[in-house]
């Protein structure tokens, strides 16, 4: 077995130990991470299904973003599943089909493969915001790639 093959299920294993929701967090979380007398507070941030991907291309990359004051990126879209974590400031975000929302430090939200993400920017015209975009992917892609029409917020 090779190293990435390991790293592979390694990585699957996390994910699906993350999807185990409260378990994760009980059972887990509070075992493996805390230490008896310790000051460090472990919480379970986010949890979402993942869909079906195959497991044996599975590559996790974790991206940094910063956006200025008042900065935004243009309409996009993730070829594999993305959940995101803001670090710092506010995200304004909003995916075809869903709610336009603001996420600050320590909220997370989850894209779904393909989903047209009509607005990512910082909701901040003073501050700038911090954010890791974590993906997960089975095969080769961009990241972040053009939406699949002409027009870029699908008819909105």
Request: charged share 15%.
């Amino acid at each position: 077995m090779t190293k990435l093959t390991k790293w592979a299920g390694w990585l699957t294993a996390l994910s699906l130990a993350a999807a185990a929701g409260s378990y994760a967090e009980s059972a887990y979380a509070h075992s493996a991470f805390a230490q008896a007398g310790s000051e460090k507070q472990v919480r379970v941030a986010f949890t979402q299904a993942l869909p079906q991907l195959e497991a044996s291309h599975l590559k996790a990359t974790l991206v940094e973003v910063t956006y200025a004051p008042g900065a935004s990126s243009a309409p996009h879209s993730h070829p594999c599943p993305v959940i995101v974590y803001v670090i710092k400031g506010a995200l304004r975000a909003k995916v075809k089909g869903g709610p336009e929302a603001i996420y600050r430090a320590g909220e997370s939200f989850y894209e779904a493969p393909n989903g047209v993400h009509e607005v990512s920017a910082n909701a901040s015209k003073t501050e700038p915001v911090k954010f890791v975009a974590y993906f997960v992917c089975d095969h080769d892609t961009e990241l972040s790639v053009p939406p699949p029409s002409g027009n870029p917020t699908g008819g909105k």
